[in-house]
């Protein structure tokens, strides 16, 4: 199997990780948070290519805790569900990286609404949109809006 090269080149830690110094920087909002563990439920908003899938990687490995990443275009409630449910039967808070979370419906964004709030998840959502058009309020008002620039 020929991997492209950009999945080759992708970062893997932060010292790897190119921009968003407002972020990650070393006294950071977010590089506090990874440092001390502690990592809330998140959407990164931003436009394409500045790094919000790579940064959601890049903190599950960081904090050594199981990653799981569904894409809005091609999952469902269903596949939300299968994550919670292996999700309770690890006994540890994994990451649940939903791509184009914009693209999720209200009944789909809603069936994360209890693992979220439970800590069975830790969410990390990523869109190109204005979640507080594209979110609905309880999942945004859960999770900490992360805004990602364009790479100079």
Not at 41 to 65: D, F, N
Not at 91 to 111: C, Y
Not at 121 to 150: D, H, M, W
Request: negative net charge; proline residues 5%.
């Amino acid at each position: 199997m020929i991997v492209p090269l950009a999945e080759q080149l992708r970062p893997s830690s932060l010292d790897e990780y190119i921009g968003q110094e407002h972020l990650v920087g070393k006294d950071a909002i977010l590089y506090k948070a990874i440092e001390s563990g502690n990592v809330p439920s998140m959407i990164l908003w931003g436009p394409p290519g500045v790094g919000k899938t790579t940064l959601a990687y890049i903190i599950s490995q960081q904090l050594h805790r199981s990653f799981f990443t569904l894409s809005a275009v091609s999952s469902g409630v269903k596949e939300v569900r299968e994550v919670i449910t292996k999700a309770k039967e690890s006994g540890e808070s994994p990451f649940l990286f939903i791509d184009e979370i914009h693209r999720f419906s209200k009944s789909q964004q809603d069936a994360l609404l209890g693992a979220v709030e439970k800590g069975i998840i830790t969410f990390i959502g990523a869109t190109t949109e204005n979640p507080s058009f594209e979110v609905i309020s309880p999942l945004l008002s859960r999770c900490q809006v992360y805004i990602l620039k364009s790479l100079e």
